[in-house]
């Protein structure tokens, strides 16, 4: 969704620190993956919105679709990520499952 590698691990790190700003509203009968994954859209969203206003700030005359932006078709992740993001999803739902309610 970010378009670049940094944007996107920027992406992640304020997922995980709203994940545990908010970890008290999280409902213990949802899906945590899939709670990540909305909180993950969300900080992506935000950040293309930032990143267009910083754009139409500067070039006031060329504006960005946003919109277009998002819903854009993400690339297909490269393999080694892939099984980098596999490894991370094991050791993360792993170490989840050892935490007391």
Request: glycine share 2%; with cysteine.
């Amino acid at each position: 969704m970010t378009g670049n590698r940094q944007d996107a691990e920027d992406v992640v790190q304020e997922t995980f620190l709203r994940a545990f700003r908010y970890l008290d509203r999280f409902d213990l009968e949802a899906s945590v993956s899939a709670w990540l994954h909305r909180i993950a859209v969300n900080c992506s969203i935000g950040l293309l919105r930032k990143r267009t206003r910083q754009i139409e700030s500067r070039y006031p005359q060329e504006r960005m679709d946003v919109d277009a932006l998002i819903s854009a078709p993400s690339q297909t992740p490269s393999p080694d990520c892939a099984a980098l993001s596999a490894e991370i999803s094991q050791r993360l739902y792993g170490a989840m499952e050892v935490l007391s309610a």
